[in-house]
């Protein structure tokens, strides 16, 4: 039964965890920025294509956003309920702090079955978005940009000087363009006192309106010989177009990124893991077979001829077998024997070192499936685990707002975060099993909440500033009497 007591817990909660959350997403996400904000400016980046990378970018940070949000939000919550003593009050009453947890324990197993979903669902769509747009966005040209007094080269075979541009940003003034489509330099040079930029209505070409200038052109003597000539051509005003198809962006087919393994699902993954255990499971009959044409003795419906010319030649009958095999041949074929061996070993070594790449390759992908894996579920249960940790911990600083809360929450995430990358790269390089490394943080921190949870329940003052007070005090009137 659901009672009122319950009830005030919950709304103590939902608010704080609600703000921390998104004030936690949006610090995430404005780091992402910072991070790649040199590739993505000067890209000429629309509003609508801005919103969807902030879209994608922050659905695939909820995961390191739930559970900082959660811990903060726990510490806050029972904070403010010790700094007013509303838990001294409810204690008072007979109930317990477990019991008082209760609701919001309960309400956590929810988040997390949700947190599930989401990371099961959501954010391998999520990630195929995103990754897909930042490569396309990272990999396409600047905006082109005219600047007075400079050369432009951002137009393919084109090199584009314009020594002043007024005001209405069309105008430009004393204009040079060399063309170097013929792929002979400098061959075909523009040269106008003025014009107009203007654009096509759908942005896919650029058309120079130039007035008042030359055209100069060289061609080649078609009899042969090296020298050139050249054609100048006045003009009272002529367009030039430049394409600008290149300049925008270029999507890329999405189907491309899907077999990365931040694109699947659980059943996905569990597909890919089975597929590389019967792979394993093949992995000695495909080497068999692929050295069973190199390895006579392994083939059995065909013998090498020249063993069979061994075999029938005649050989001295000796009662022991004594020296090596090649003593044995006779002196007209040890050559071509001795040729076949080594051929025959060379592609075997090579046959094996081809299985053996592969097999590399197809366990460094088992060992990132399987990863993938368990960080579904770890994030679940870290929003629990974090939940065990900070309530009782808000219970016992007894301090609400963002300042000594603020510190708690981080530190703790912190080491949560250090701990869970350092298991994940233990299982990277499978020093431990992959299972191991990313449960490593969850069952190291699961202790420290147990021993919160008991010291909460003992009303300990470990983390109260009175009692450290009274502790300065009392040292340091021992000192003062000494003296």
């Known amino acids: 039964?659901?009672?009122?007591?319950?009830?005030?817990?919950?709304?103590?909660?939902?608010?704080?965890?609600?703000?921390?959350?998104?004030?936690?997403?949006?610090?995430?996400?404005?780091?992402?920025?910072?991070?790649?904000?040199?590739?993505?400016?000067?890209?000429?980046?629309?509003?609508?294509?801005?919103?969807?990378?902030?879209?994608?970018?922050?659905t695939?940070?909820?995961?390191?956003?739930?559970?900082?949000?959660?811990?903060?939000?726990?510490?806050?919550?029972?904070?403010?309920?010790?700094?007013?003593?509303?838990?001294?009050?409810?204690?008072?009453a007979g109930i317990s702090l477990l019991r008082f947890m209760r609701s919001l324990f309960f309400f956590m197993?929810?988040?997390?079955?949700?947190?599930?979903?989401?990371?099961?669902?959501?954010?391998?769509?999520?990630?195929?978005?995103?990754?897909?747009?930042?490569?396309?966005?990272?990999?396409?040209?600047?905006?082109?940009?005219?600047?007075?007094?400079?050369?432009?080269?951002?137009?393919?075979?084109?090199?584009?000087?314009?020594?002043?541009?007024?005001?209405?940003?069309?105008?430009?003034?004393?204009?040079?363009?060399?063309?170097?489509?013929?792929?002979y330099g400098n061959d075909k040079v523009i040269i106008a006192k003025e014009?107009?930029?203007?654009?096509?209505?759908?942005?896919?070409?650029?058309v120079f309106r130039l007035k008042d200038g030359w055209r100069y052109e060289e061609y080649s003597n078609k009899n042969g010989s090296q020298t050139k000539e050249q054609v100048r051509m006045y003009f009272k005003q002529w367009d030039k177009v430049f394409d600008l198809s290149s300049f925008k962006l270029q999507r890329t087919n999405q189907d491309l990124f899907?077999?990365?393994?931040?694109?699947?699902?659980?059943?996905?993954?569990?597909?890919?893991?089975?597929?590389?255990?019967?792979?394993?499971?093949?992995?000695?009959?495909?080497?068999y077979h692929h050295l069973r044409p190199y390895v006579t003795v392994l083939d059995t419906a065909q013998r090498d001829s020249l063993l069979e010319l061994i075999s029938n030649a005649s050989v001295p009958?000796?009662?022991?077998?004594?020296?090596?095999?090649?003593?044995?041949?006779?002196?007209?074929?040890?050559?071509?024997?001795?040729?076949?061996?080594?051929?025959?070993?060379?592609?075997?070594?090579?046959?094996?070192?081809?299985?053996?790449?592969?097999?590399?390759?197809?366990?460094?992908k088992f060992v990132t499936w399987n990863i993938e894996l368990h960080r579904k579920f770890t994030l679940s249960f870290a929003c629990v685990l974090l939940f065990l940790i900070g309530a009782p911990l808000g219970a016992i600083i007894r301090k609400g707002g963002m300042g000594m809360p603020l510190l708690f929450a981080i530190g703790f995430f912190v080491v949560f975060h250090i701990m869970s990358i350092v298991g994940e790269k233990l299982a990277r390089s499978e020093a431990v099993e992959e299972w191991v490394g990313m449960w490593?943080?969850?069952v190291m921190l699961l202790p420290i909440s147990f021993i919160l949870i008991q010291q909460a329940r003992n009303d300990s003052q470990v983390f109260n500033k009175e009692l450290y007070?009274?502790?300065?005090?009392?040292?340091?009137?021992?000192?003062?009497?000494?003296k």
């Not at 966005?137 to 400079?150: C, M, V, Y």
């Not at 014009?195 to 070409?205: A, C, H, L, R």
């Not at 041949?329 to 070594?349: E, G, I, M, T, Y």
Request: proline share 3%.
């Open 1 to 58: 039964m659901i009672k009122k007591l319950d009830i005030l817990i919950l709304k103590s909660f939902i608010g704080p965890f609600i703000v921390t959350f998104f004030v936690t997403l949006f610090v995430l996400v404005m780091q992402f920025f910072w991070l790649y904000m040199d590739e993505l400016l000067g890209k000429g980046l629309g509003a609508w294509m801005i919103i969807q990378l902030l879209f994608y970018m922050s």
């Open 60 to 92: 695939t940070m909820v995961p390191m956003a739930l559970p900082l949000g959660i811990v903060l939000a726990s510490i806050m919550t029972f904070g403010n309920l010790g700094e007013s003593f509303e838990l001294v009050a409810i204690k008072s």
């Open 109 to 183: 197993i929810v988040i997390g079955c949700l947190a599930f979903v989401f990371s099961n669902n959501v954010i391998p769509y999520a990630n195929l978005k995103a990754l897909s747009l930042l490569y396309d966005l990272r990999n396409s040209k600047p905006a082109f940009d005219i600047k007075e007094g400079q050369f432009n080269s951002d137009i393919e075979d084109f090199s584009i000087h314009v020594g002043h541009k007024d005001r209405d940003g069309k105008t430009i003034r004393d204009v040079i363009v060399y063309d170097h489509t013929s792929g």
């Open 195 to 206: 014009g107009e930029m203007i654009p096509s209505p759908d942005n896919q070409f650029l």
């Open 258 to 287: 899907k077999n990365a393994y931040q694109m699947m699902n659980v059943k996905q993954l569990n597909h890919e893991i089975d597929s590389h255990k019967r792979f394993l499971d093949r992995l000695p009959q495909k080497v």
């Open 317 to 364: 009958q000796q009662t022991s077998f004594k020296g090596g095999f090649i003593d044995y041949v006779p002196d007209s074929l040890r050559q071509k024997v001795v040729q076949l061996a080594v051929s025959q070993v060379r592609s075997s070594k090579q046959m094996v070192n081809i299985s053996v790449s592969e097999a590399y390759i197809k366990n460094n």
């Open 440 to 442: 490593m943080a969850t």
């Open 469 to 482: 007070i009274r502790i300065w005090k009392a040292v340091s009137g021992v000192f003062k009497k000494s």
